[in-house]
Nanobody, 120 residues
Framework: QVQLVESGGGLVQPGGSLRLSCAASGSRAFVIGNMGWYRQAPGKQRELVATISSGGNTNYADSVKGRFTISRDNAKNTVALQMNSLKPEDTAVYYC?????????????WGQGTQVTVSS
């Protein structure tokens, strides 16, 4: 079994910054492929924010391009999301995910979510 644990959410004023982190751990050996962040605002569907491959290729939602930066440390099994120039519409629960091979299964794992609130 593999667990993803997020940290770093909170309340920030518009224009401010936050950094989210997510760490993967497990009782057996595992290999992580793509990792990323999704978010879900009240009354809305979960949407992709950013993804990063094991080789470092990144993909961003248009709404966050130029403001958010995703990064990962393969040695530490972590992924981070640096969020700058935050807007009220970025308010949501942010979920970390990883496509993980922990034999005999290969599937997506999700964190528990961390609240980000952008408000003055």
């Amino acid at each position: 079994q593999v667990q993803l644990v997020e940290s770093g959410g909170g309340l920030v004023q518009p224009g401010g910054s936050l950094r989210l982190s997510c760490a993967a751990s497990g009782s057996r050996a595992f290999v992580i492929g793509n990792m990323g962040w999704y978010r879900q605002a009240p009354g809305k569907q979960r949407e992709l924010v950013a993804t990063i491959s094991s080789g470092g290729n990144t993909n961003y939602a248009d709404s966050v391009k130029g403001r958010f930066t995703i990064s990962r440390d393969n040695a530490k099994n972590t992924v981070a999301l640096q969020m700058n120039s935050l807007k009220p519409e970025d308010t949501a629960v942010y979920y970390c995910y990883g496509n993980i091979a922990a034999l005999p299964t290969i599937r997506d794992y999700w964190g528990q979510g961390t609240q980000v609130t952008v408000s003055s």
